[in-house]
């Protein structure tokens, strides 16, 4: 089995800053993409950034110029660097990856999710 863990969330008011991670463990053969989605209350899961598999990295409109996303693929971790943040950042942030793991002597493609870290962003 593979387990994401995140950590970093937090308050902060309008304009301040937050650093979330996001470490993967478990049978990992390799992590195709990896990277973030939020749900703010009432809304759907929407996608935020991902760094690809072909080294890309890929943000949402919304926080484009302000969030900036990095891999450590020696760790299996993501980090997203959250700056001039905005009360519509709000949001519980969830990492998401796409591993190939080892299970019964064969090679799985699965998706994964962590268990999502809250972010407040409020005066």
């Known amino acids: 089995q593979v387990q994401l863990v995140e950590s970093g969330g937090g308050s902060v008011q309008p304009g301040g800053s937050l650093r979330l991670s996001c470490g993967a463990s478990?049978?990992?053969?390799?992590?195709?993409?990896m990277g973030w989605y939020r749900q703010a209350p009432g809304k759907q899961r929407e996608w935020v950034a991902v760094?690809?598999?072909?080294?890309?990295?890929i943000y949402a409109e919304s926080v484009t110029g302000r969030f900036t996303l990095s891999r450590d693929n020696a760790k299996n971790t993501v980090f997203l660097q959250m700056t001039r943040l905005r009360p519509e950042d709000t949001a519980v942030y969830y990492c998401?990856?796409?591993?190939?793991?080892?299970?019964?002597?064969?090679?799985?493609?699965?998706?994964?999710w962590g268990q999502g870290t809250q972010v407040n962003v409020s005066f």
């Open positions: 998401n990856a796409n591993v190939r793991s080892l299970r019964y002597g064969s090679t799985w493609e699965n998706d994964y």
């Open positions: 760094a690809t598999t072909g080294g890309k990295t």
């Open positions: 478990g049978s990992i053969v390799s992590i195709l993409d």
